[in-house]
């Protein structure tokens, strides 16, 4: 495959954002027709996973292929300046395909190291405008989070310079800096790769007044999720546009999904107690971000490519942000990863052919929990239900087909199954140690 006919990659992350959020996903109240048209040119996914439920291992799953531990970043990361990230060894997507002949370019949330070895110019990224952090302030860009007896940080890079933009919206920013980047390549024969982590519609709770008016109807809080995440829904669709504008959307992967499911941290004047509603909806499913269960790690997808991917699908095979690497490698035409480089495992059969998932079995790791899913089974144990509330089961046996909601509890009634899965999640969970070195 020659340059000229390589596809585009472009990949759209959100940050907290709910598997019930999006119109194409079932919500009622918050209106996304970008993205509901997006979903209607490829397959829209109704069992894709995270590989983590929070961001930082999320997204190193998401650009490495391998589960997050192995990447070297199995928690969140700090947003001090100098954090270290990624392993050395753990090849980005970005790095894969810039040794192939592409253009590469990041704007909006990295929170895969800071330090120098670390940072997004270091991994792959031959072009960069965002953050290093976690989260920030979407005017003032500052991160606040946890730094609250030391000194704030400010965040906002160009490339490996410090820049200032007060006053400008952040979803604004990494939308234009999107465009720009698609406008400068129209006409060049060098594919490109551009990432277009989006920072919302994780807290601080930020919007501008022309998103909060169309919501005006709405309490404040689920105002001010819904106006973000339109903003961003907007921002979806100047990024198609200025594809189509430049002539290379039928040959473009554009892939769109978010890191974890929604939030219920304290979010500004939200206090954070299991009564009050944070915004984002998980739909159906339990848990929300830092939860094992559902709603922490199953998350709203859709994979387009014009010209390969046959358009109108809803896919309800499984698959997983790692999946991500091996499945555009395969689009490419490029060499796969060697095997047990990697551990996720490519879905063009999936997309093109409607083959069933390749995996057996999901696993997943986070702090004290641990789950498994294998066809319409799902186990958990230690299951949080975000960050502090806990549920009474250690071990909690589910079959998503009749119960995706995880409400009822069937290891009593099928012992041998959870006591199969416990000992899969478990071995699994020591030959992970072993081999990230942890």
């Not at 391998?66 to 990447?71: D, N």
């Not at 909060?212 to 907007?234: C, E, F, N, Q, W």
């Not at 473009?252 to 299991?274: M, Y």
């Not at 995706?404 to 140690?433: F, T």
Request: contains cysteine; glycine residues 10%; aromatic residues 10%.
């Amino acid at each position: 495959m020659s340059a000229a006919t390589k596809p585009n990659i472009v990949v759209i992350y959100c940050d907290d954002l709910g598997y019930g959020d999006l119109g194409c996903y079932g919500s009622d109240v918050i209106r996304t027709p970008h993205l509901d048209a997006l979903a209607r040119d490829g397959v829209r996914f109704t069992d894709w996973y995270s590989n983590s439920p929070v961001c930082s291992p999320s997204r190193a799953a998401l650009l490495t292929g391998l589960y997050p531990a192995k990447a070297g970043v199995s928690h969140i990361l700090g947003g001090k300046r100098g954090t270290g990230g990624l392993k050395r060894e753990a090849k980005t997507l970005a790095e894969r395909l810039k040794e192939n002949g592409y253009r590469t370019a990041l704007y909006g949330k990295w929170h895969l190291g800071s330090a120098a070895d670390a940072r997004p110019n270091a991994r792959g990224f031959d072009d960069y405008f965002g953050f290093h952090a976690g989260c920030i302030d979407y005017y003032s860009h500052i991160f606040y989070w946890g730094l609250q007896n030391v000194n704030p940080v400010h965040d906002l890079w160009s490339n490996e310079e410090e820049v200032w933009r007060d006053g400008e919206y952040m979803t604004h920013l990494i939308t234009d800096k999107s465009v720009n980047f698609i406008e400068q390549r129209r006409g060049s024969e060098e594919p490109f790769f551009l990432y277009a982590a989006y920072n919302a519609p994780h807290y601080p709770m930020h919007a501008p007044d022309k998103y909060m008016k169309r919501y005006g109807h709405l309490p404040t809080d689920r105002r001010l999720m819904a106006a973000m995440i339109s903003a961003v829904d907007d921002g979806v669709g100047e990024i198609v546009a200025a594809l189509k504008r430049a002539g290379v959307y039928d040959n473009t992967i554009v892939f769109f999904s978010s890191d974890n499911g929604p939030s219920s941290e304290s979010r500004n004047f939200l206090d954070g107690t299991e009564d009050v509603y944070y915004g984002g909806s998980a739909g159906v499913f339990r848990g929300h971000k830092a939860s094992l269960f559902e709603g922490g790690i199953r998350e709203p997808a859709i994979l387009v490519y014009p010209g390969a991917i046959p358009a109108g699908q809803v896919c309800g095979e499984a698959g997983m942000m790692a999946d991500i690497v091996p499945t555009v490698l395969e689009f490419a035409g490029l060499a796969a990863p060697a095997p047990g480089e990697i551990d996720g495992s490519s879905v063009v059969k999936m997309v093109t052919e409607g083959a069933p998932t390749p995996h057996k079995q999901i696993f997943w790791e986070y702090g004290s929990q641990l789950a498994v899913r294998e066809g319409n089974w799902k186990l958990v144990l230690g299951g949080k239900l975000d960050f502090n509330r806990t549920q009474p089961d250690d071990v909690h046996l589910s079959d998503l087909e009749t119960d995706p909601g995880e409400r009822v509890n069937l290891k009593d009634r099928h012992p041998e199954i959870a006591a199969r899965l416990e000992r899969d999640v478990r071995d699994w969970y020591a030959r992970l140690k072993e081999q990230s070195g942890a």
